[in-house]
């Protein structure tokens, strides 16, 4: 195998590979990556079996062929050449990288795995793909995916983003058991069925390291997998198992009070107040009177502090109680310069929207008071 290319462009894929490699071990066939020249492109794979990786890059084909390279070590030397055009060749079990104008002022080798030992990628029919906006679909990603559970919750369901259609939209949900969020987006392209999925967050992350936000992406799910298209590159991952709970059950409905306060005045308010949260409970107290909202908390052994911010509230006066970290991410992922907080009781799930209510919502449990 022989072929000359751009070194940065190489770089830039290699770069995007080396986040699906399996370990940092050069003993491991997956820690590799598999380089495969034909017809002027080479075509870049990379998995840890549980993620791929495919994209491809424009490469005058000298010598067609394929091989396999420590993909950490090729990352390394690639970010410490010049941008230039190098050749690569693969003879005798090393992997040969030198400028293609023939000079002598660099010049490494790294040893590979024959191609045939790496394992088969997951493939997908056209067929399953549908496409959406890229900047649509990375915000609801951005509004969702901090919600989930942490990993070693043995509830391994709650560890991904759950994603379904509902009507002609697309709905993605995230809980930690605490908290929900919810979004059920529509989209100009059209939706096919799909089957509902429960997605790794770090799927949906490397998904938004592929693109730019602009112009869209396809999606497809079948048999225990998700795939992702972005222009030339292909990402897919194993699918999370499990029943997810009927998150529309959690919703609480027809809730009795509102209270409407400015984005800025309760992030500032919170930010302040949990200086003095229990570095345990997190807990801040939210008193509602009309017209305004106390935030406040105590501390054993510091001190404690209060906050009075302006809200748009008429009803009885209530005491709340909330963790400040569960609290805070919601309200930050709200873009709109007021929110709404609607509620039956103050020991009850309450709904954290914009106001005006766009296509989202936050389901949070508030603490209990004693």
Known sequence: MKFVCQSSNLLHEIEL???????????????NVLL????????????????????????????????????EKLTQLLKNIPDTEIEIDDSEGSLMIRPADGSDSFQASIKTIEASKYPQL????????FSITQRDFFDMIDKTSFAVSSEDDTRHFLTGVYMEKKGDDLVLVATDGKRMAYVCRH?????????????PVR??????????????????????????R???????STLIGGNYPAYEKVIPRNLEHTCIVKKEDIEKAISFISIFVESKSKRLFADLEENKMKLSAENTEFGES??????SYSDESVRMSFNSQLLITPIKKIDSEYISIRFLRPSSAMI???????????????????
């Not at 590979?17 to 820690?31: E, G, H």
């Not at 997951?122 to 793909?129: G, R």
């Not at 954290?352 to 004693?370: G, R």
């Open 36 to 71: 495969e020249t034909a017809n002027d492109k080479l075509t870049i794979k990379a998995t840890d079996q549980r993620l791929g990786f495919t994209t491809s890059i424009n490469a005058m084909t000298v010598i067609p062929g394929s091989t396999t390279v420590f993909c």
């Open 203 to 228: 799927f949906l992350n490397l998904v938004k390291t592929m693109g730019t936000g602009e112009g869209l992406l396809s999606l497809g799910v079948k048999e225990g997998y998700i795939f992702s």
């Open 187 to 199: 989209f100009e392209q059209e939706i096919p069925d799909f089957p509902s999925a429960i997605i």
């Open 306 to 311: 209060q906050q009075i911010i302006n809200a």
């Open 17 to 31: 590979a080396n986040n699906f490699s399996s370990s940092k071990n050069s003993l491991s066939i997956a820690s």
């Open 122 to 129: 997951q493939e997908l029919e056209d067929s399953f793909y």
């Open 352 to 370: 954290f929207t914009a106001e005006p209510e766009k296509d989202y919502l936050y389901v949070l449990m508030p603490m209990q008071l004693s």
């Open 230 to 236: 972005i222009g030339n590159r292909t990402v897919y």
